[in-house]
């Protein structure tokens, strides 16, 4: 598995909540439809065929879903605290698909609606505009399938990220051009303005924090101040200011990581911090070897120049909540220890349950310093070794459905809320079995592995 496809740790759905969702999702569906609304704002063209006019309004649709695509993955820190940066991720794989589906819609229905339109596509008529409209649908067919089939085809993350923008990039400077050329909904200047912006503007959105942000961020670097092995194939790398102010972040956030001079190099990768909040000076990121980049972060030098971008992510526990129960596999538990440090060094005393599954005992990160932080905190901690050691006495095997009523029962009403990190296998599990025990669902905060 190729490290920087996946995010050890970083946030799914941490941050969002019903109300914000809905928000989020109305926000979107009006930023959908908003070139239907200046495509039939006066003046208004004369009426076609419906089925003519239905293929035009997903095209503008498509277009439009393209744009927001931009802005959902901008890694823009005031919504990601709010819904949670892997949520947006994955909205915007599942909207990069419909948005997709219905920009080759548009053609189609137009052709069968009315086969003139098929002069669009004909070399004859106009080669250079078949060419564009042709080399946009095999762009958007090379988008998505790269994307939906990137593991199988070995495409490194790097690749395929510069990829997926290029084609993006592309089809939206096409796509402008045509709705400019065809003029029909953008013959008034003050519309062809409108639309150009409306499809456009996300571009520069984009271009403004994936590209001027970090040049201006780039005198602001840290530093590889240790590398420090935790487990077998685990290791703690800890970065101190070398020109970057203090890193204000809540416990359970992440940050994409540049190791490299610049903060433009092509390999980027997103951790979650570990540390406590409460010492933003110096950030750990504890890392388990799970791909190419990942393998080698013991060989990292210290003094090493590192860029860091965020904190982003809405993972952790609220403020008001009077106590938590947090579930953690394997590497998972990174983001806990952040919280716990942080209740640690803040003196916060809320009861904290924690439920921590691994293969074995001994593969369990931390171990040794969750007994010492269960002094000063009310912590309660469960390990649950899928093979235990002998003699052992506690659970083991799988965290079930009955580990965690049984969990629950003794946490009380004191766990507000429930923060689980681990493999997508043993997340779902858990998430179907505290829903079916009646746990509510705005109570549940999942952070999951696996981003794109």
Wanted: hydrophobic share 50%; aromatic share 8%; net charge positive.
């Amino acid at each position: 598995m190729t490290a920087p496809a996946t995010k050890q740790n970083a946030v799914v759905t941490g941050g969002a909540t019903p109300s914000r969702g809905g928000v989020f999702v109305l926000v979107y569906l009006a930023g959908a439809i908003l070139p239907l609304v200046i495509a039939a704002a006066a003046p208004a063209p004369p009426p076609r065929a419906v089925w003519v006019e239905i293929g035009i309004g997903l095209g503008f649709v498509g277009l439009a879903m393209m744009g927001l695509q931009f802005v959902l993955s901008a890694r823009a820190p005031w919504l990601s605290r709010r819904i949670g940066q892997d949520t947006l991720l994955q909205f915007h794989r599942h909207a990069g698909i419909i948005a997709a589906g219905f920009i080759v819609a548009h053609p189609v229905l137009l052709i069968l609606a009315d086969p003139a339109y098929a002069a669009f596509f004909d070399p004859r008529a106009n080669l250079p505009r078949a060419f564009a409209l042709s080399a946009v649908n095999l762009a958007l067919l090379l988008l998505i399938g790269s994307s939906m089939l990137r593991a199988r085809l070995s495409l490194q993350y790097e690749w395929w990220r510069l990829l997926h923008g290029l084609l993006a990039g592309f089809i939206m400077v096409v796509a402008v051009a045509h709705v400019l050329m065809v003029g029909r909904y953008a013959g008034p200047p003050y519309k062809a303005v409108l639309l150009v912006l409306l499809i456009l503007g996300p571009v520069g959105f984009l271009a403004s924090g994936r590209v001027v942000r970090p040049l201006l961020r780039r005198h602001r670097a840290w530093r590889v101040a240790e590398v420090r092995t935790e487990r077998p194939q685990v290791w703690t790398v800890v970065l101190e200011p070398d020109g970057a102010p203090p890193l204000r972040f809540e416990p359970g956030q992440f940050a994409w990581l540049t190791f490299a001079a610049s903060p433009l190099a092509l390999r980027q990768h997103p951790f979650t911090i570990a540390s406590s909040a409460a010492h933003p000076h110096r950030l750990a990121f504890t890392i388990k070897a799970l791909g190419d980049f990942t393998a080698t972060v013991a060989r990292i030098p210290p003094g090493t120049p590192v860029h860091v971008e965020g904190p982003a992510g809405g993972f952790g526990l609220p403020a008001s909540a009077p106590g938590a129960v947090l579930i953690a596999g394997g590497i998972g538990i990174t983001p806990m220890m952040s919280i716990l440090r942080t209740m640690r060094d803040r003196g916060d005393r809320r009861p904290v349950t924690l439920i921590y599954g691994n293969a074995t005992l001994e593969k369990a990160v931390f171990r040794d310093e969750l007994v010492t932080l269960s002094g000063p905190l009310r912590l309660r901690i469960v390990h649950v070794p899928e093979t235990p050691p002998p003699g052992w006495q506690g659970p083991h095997g799988y965290i079930t459905r009955d580990l965690l009523a049984a969990e629950l029962a003794v946490a009380g009403t004191a766990p507000s809320c429930v923060l689980i990190c681990g493999p997508d296998v043993m997340m779902d599990a858990c998430e179907h079995a505290l829903l079916s025990l009646g746990v509510d669902h705005a109570r549940i905060r999942s952070e999951r592995f696996n981003v794109v």
